[in-house]
């Protein structure tokens, strides 16, 4: 057993700029199941840029994923507009209990949650 790599950990010096990252996150999971237009409105003037909001909400069929990472080791579900042009979750049954740490050096965490599962070097 060789312990991570830290060239190939994602762990960056970046606090502030994650801290904003999951504010926007958090703002569009409250959101779910509300219009789009509104919700995008109101994030791109809460926001100081919408970037974000862009790598939460697939704009196309095939952009469509369960979960982002939203910097260092912050994951967020998937988002995307639905036919209704309401906001949702690409994978509502994606939950913190699923997701799987890429490295044991970092607290990874899905919508703000900490993995419960531990970093395993031997899987995958
Ligand atoms: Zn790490």
Same mark, same amino acid.
């Given at each position: 057993?060789?312990?991570?790599?830290?060239? !190939? =950990? *994602?762990?960056?010096?970046?606090?502030? &700029?994650?801290?904003? *990252? =999951?504010? +926007?996150?958090?703002?569009?999971?409250?959101?779910?199941?509300?219009?789009?237009?509104?919700?995008?409105?109101?994030?791109?003037?809460?926001?100081?840029?919408?970037?974000?909001?862009?790598?939460?909400?697939?704009? +196309?069929?095939? +952009?469509?994923?369960?979960?982002?990472?939203?910097?260092? &080791? &912050?994951? =967020? &579900?998937?988002?995307?507009?639905?036919?209704?042009? *309401?906001?949702?979750?690409?994978?509502?049954?994606?939950?913190?209990? @699923?997701?799987?740490?890429?490295?044991?050096? =970092?607290? @990874?965490?899905?919508?703000?949650?900490?993995?419960? !599962?531990?970093?395993?070097?031997?899987?995958?």
């Amino acid at each position: 057993m060789t312990a991570p790599d830290p060239a !190939q =950990c *994602r762990r960056t010096s970046g606090a502030a &700029s994650t801290t904003r *990252r =999951c504010s +926007a996150s958090f703002f569009l999971l409250s959101r779910v199941g509300r219009d789009w237009d509104e919700v995008y409105s109101e994030a791109v003037s809460r926001l100081d840029r919408p970037d974000p909001i862009f790598w939460m909400v697939a704009r +196309a069929e095939d +952009a469509k994923k369960p979960f982002v990472l939203m910097g260092e &080791s &912050s994951y =967020c &579900s998937g988002l995307f507009v639905d036919a209704d042009k *309401r906001l949702a979750i690409v994978d509502p049954n994606l939950r913190v209990e @699923h997701m799987k740490p890429g490295c044991a050096c =970092c607290t @990874h965490t899905f919508n703000g949650v900490a993995f419960i !599962q531990k970093y395993d070097p031997d899987d995958g």
